[in-house]
Structures are given as structure tokens and as C-alpha cells.
Nanobody
């Protein structure tokens, strides 16, 4: 059974940094496009960043460009989201998701292309 598990969330002051990790179970990172999504209370889930193996990208939401960096360590089979200059509006549950290898960068992030999701890790940024 394919699963992904997030970790690294927590409480941080505005301007601080956090690094989220996503460890897949039952799949090799090198074979999958991967994404980070988030959902704040009362809001719809939105795409944050994505890393592709079919070329192109990475994708970043406009709200995080220049502050967040998605990366993957294929030897450790781990996906990361380095978040810097955090703002209170970054407060949300962050989810890692895996997509098939054919998913490629198109300038937008379609959640329906990512069938495998983790349980999420909470990020809270205090002002």
C-alpha cells in the first residue's frame, strides 16, 4: 500500500523558518511527481509547491515564491519543503501528496492529479 507521511510542523514566530519532510512508504520518490498543499481553517486546500520528474518546474504558488523551496533527496527517499520568512497567513495544515510520473509542470497545480495523500502536519506562525 502506497502512503506518504509528513513531519516537521510546529509553532514558529513570524519571520522564522521550518522544514517539512515527507517520507513515502511503498514508493520510490524518483518515480513520482510530488507536491505540497495546505489548508487553513475555513479555506479551501491550495497547492503550495510541486516537484516533477517529467521535466519542468518546480511549481510554486505566488504567495510562497522566494520564501519556500521544494527539494527531494532520492537517496533518503524524502521530500522536503524549506519554509523561510514565514508569515501568519502561512498557518495551515500542510499535506504531502504523490502523483504519477507522467504529471508534468503546466504552471498550475491540479490536486486531482495527486491520488496519494498524507495525514498532514500543522504549521502555526505567530505574529
Amino acid at each position: 500500500q502506497v502512503q506518504v507521511a509528513e513531519s516537521g510542523g510546529g509553532l514558529v514566530q513570524a519571520g522564522g523558518s521550518l522544514r517539512l519532510s515527507c517520507t513515502p512508504i511503498g514508493l520510490r520518490l524518483v518515480n513520482y511527481a510530488m507536491g505540497w498543499f495546505r489548508q487553513a481553517p475555513g479555506k479551501e486546500r491550495e497547492g503550495v509547491a510541486a516537484s516533477y520528474i517529467s521535466g519542468g518546474g518546480p511549481y510554486y504558488a505566488d504567495s510562497v515564491k522566494g520564501r519556500f523551496t521544494i527539494s527531494r533527496d532520492n537517496l533518503k527517499n524524502t521530500l522536503y519543503l524549506q519554509m523561510t520568512s514565514l508569515k501568519p497567513e502561512d498557518t495551515a495544515m500542510y499535506y504531502c501528496a504523490a502523483a504519477g510520473p507522467s504529471v508534468c509542470y503546466r504552471g498550475t497545480l491540479n490536486q486531482r492529479e495527486f491520488p496519494t495523500w498524507g495525514q498532514g502536519t500543522q504549521v502555526t506562525v505567530s505574529s
